[in-house]
């Protein structure tokens, strides 16, 4: 008998685990969303290129800042859809960008929003800060703004306190204006500069986790202040 109490007790524990866990994934800020992440670049494309260290090309970067991206939303606790634009090294111009995440939305209707992943590039290699671009300011300003503001929070390459940053401004891509959708283009860091290669480079993966933890972070806030989607 007092074995079968407790083997009763366990199980109600156990079960009310699992639905305190359900609950919080429900409640969510990012459950029920939809999250279209674009992979800039690709293919015979690769982006900015590291002069230091000649493999860290940006295509393979935004690709495996998505990657982590999509994983942060998809668990569980976080209950986000993910669709990517490109899942390999495959070249795609900004229509057929723009065009698959507005399939994703004909097909899944509800609350979507696109984030098109880019470091940026500059020729001096000391030159380095996030940003954020919109296309339509009533459509994409909200999400452009609530996500530097996480971006903003990421540590400086080198030393100490925050990487520096540039104000979020419009920008005329075909992903964002031709997309149905809230779209940005996350210029997350220059992967030109000098410091953030030597954090960049496949001996460690700290700066990629805090890169994807960012803009994770930034959607949970976006959703946060509008529930609803779009503003």
């Known amino acids: 008998m007092v074995c079968a109490l407790t083997a009763a007790l366990v199980l109600t524990s156990a079960t009310f685990l699992v639905a305190q866990e359900d609950t919080h994934a429900a409640t969510g800020p990012l459950f029920g ?28 970067q935004n690709l495996d800042v998505a990657y982590r991206l999509k994983g942060l ?3 569980p606790a976080s209950g986000a859809t993910v669709y990517m634009t490109r899942t390999d090294d495959r070249y ?28 940026n590039g500059a020729s001096n ?8 671009l919109y296309g339509k300011p009533r459509k994409d300003r909200a999400l452009a703004n609530t996500v530097f503001t996480t971006l903003s929070a990421l540590p400086a390459a080198k030393g100490t306190g925050t990487i520096a ?8 891509s075909g992903v964002l204006l031709k997309s149905d959708m809230p779209a940005i283009i996350a210029e997350s860091v220059f992967i030109t500069s000098k410091d953030e290669g030597d954090l960049l480079y496949p001996e460690g993966d700290t700066r990629q986790d805090q890169i994807a933890q960012a803009l994770k972070a930034g959607l949970e806030s976006y959703f946060l202040k509008y529930p609803n989607g779009q503003p």
Do not use: C, W
């Open 165 to 172: 940053t540039r104000t979020p401004y419009q920008f005329a």
């Open 73 to 75: 939303l998809e668990d």
């Open 125 to 132: 290699p000391s030159t380095d800060y996030t940003t954020t």
């Open 92 to 119: 795609l111009t900004n229509t057929q960008r723009a065009n698959k995440a507005n399939s994703f939305k004909a097909a899944d209707p509800g609350d979507h929003v696109l984030v098109s992943i880019h470091m």
């Open 33 to 60: 969303k939809t999250v279209v992440i674009d992979p800039g670049h690709g293919g015979k494309d690769s982006g900015a290129q590291n002069s230091t260290y000649l493999s860290l090309l940006e295509k393979d």
